[in-house]
């Protein structure tokens, strides 16, 4: 049992191996094409086969992991530093800026995500990787907000915030030093649920035509595989393979992480 437990680890383990060093490995450069091999089966050229234009698809693959990545770290690491300090705020403080920062959360959680997503990266005629950071980090902090005032709520009452309130101490230094190391389990966990769930709405708009320009993309290749999913059903066999291990073993990871943090 234990052995399967490590097994998401491993390969979110791997996932980041290969996000750092995966593209100095790939066989074949970025916009490098082998024409008279388009769509060709798995062989010792191209181990996983080629796709349209001959493209290598382990080579695009593994560009694909430095992709997700760059988008997924970048924008948990965003959405949790504005998350939890909107969190904090709005649980501690109260009042207007409470009521203010729940109507904000709450109008966000109510749109649908990819749909907000999908009309800011509209906006750009050849959205870039910033592009796409910045449209997944407009609503991608609200959940970590709501996890930090809910938990800021339940820690503001205790002895230790008092005390630190009766020394007259500054809100940042009882947020950092009080209300922060308290967060961190919660905040951790949500992380790695988020983590999986930014390469799942990257993998999406990359699908749809709206991911970054001149950029492998997990989901740009599933969307080529889905258009010759007849003629050449490796194509999304990999790149979705890809999509499913990496978000499920993220899940599986934060599931984990929850069981030992909660007891």
Request: charged content about 10%; overall charge neutral.
């Amino acid at each position: 049992m234990k052995v399967l437990r490590a097994i998401p680890l491993v390969v979110v383990a791997a996932f980041f191996c290969v996000a750092l060093v995966g593209p100095l490995l790939a066989p074949y450069g970025h916009g490098e094409l082998d024409i008279a091999q388009e769509f060709a089966s798995p062989s010792a050229s191209h181990v996983l086969g080629t796709g349209e234009n001959g493209i290598d698809l382990l080579s695009a693959l593994l560009r694909g992991t430095r992709l997700a990545f760059v988008v997924a770290a970048s924008v948990v690491l965003v959405s949790v530093v504005v998350g939890v300090g909107v969190g904090i705020a709005a649980g501690y403080l109260g009042g207007t800026i409470d009521r203010a920062a729940s109507a904000v959360i709450t109008l966000l959680l109510a749109f649908p995500s990819i749909l907000l997503n999908m009309a800011i990266v509209a906006l750009v005629a050849r959205p870039g990787v910033g592009h796409i950071i910045f449209a997944l980090c407009v609503n991608g902090w609200v959940s970590y907000a709501r996890v930090a005032r809910g938990e800021t709520l339940a820690i503001r009452s205790q002895e230790y915030v008092k005390s630190g309130v009766s020394l007259g101490l500054p809100l940042w230094r009882i947020a950092l030093g009080h209300i922060l190391p308290n967060l961190a389990g919660p905040v951790i966990i949500q992380a790695t649920y988020g983590f999986g769930g930014v390469i799942l709405a990257e993998s999406s708009l990359s699908f749809l035509g709206l991911g970054p320009a001149r950029a492998d993309s997990w989901g740009a290749l599933l969307d080529q595989g889905a258009s010759y999913l007849m003629v050449s059903p490796w194509v999304a066999l990999v790149s979705g393979a890809a999509i499913f291990v990496c978000i499920l073993s993220f899940n599986l990871l934060g599931d984990e992480i929850k069981r030992r943090v909660t007891g």
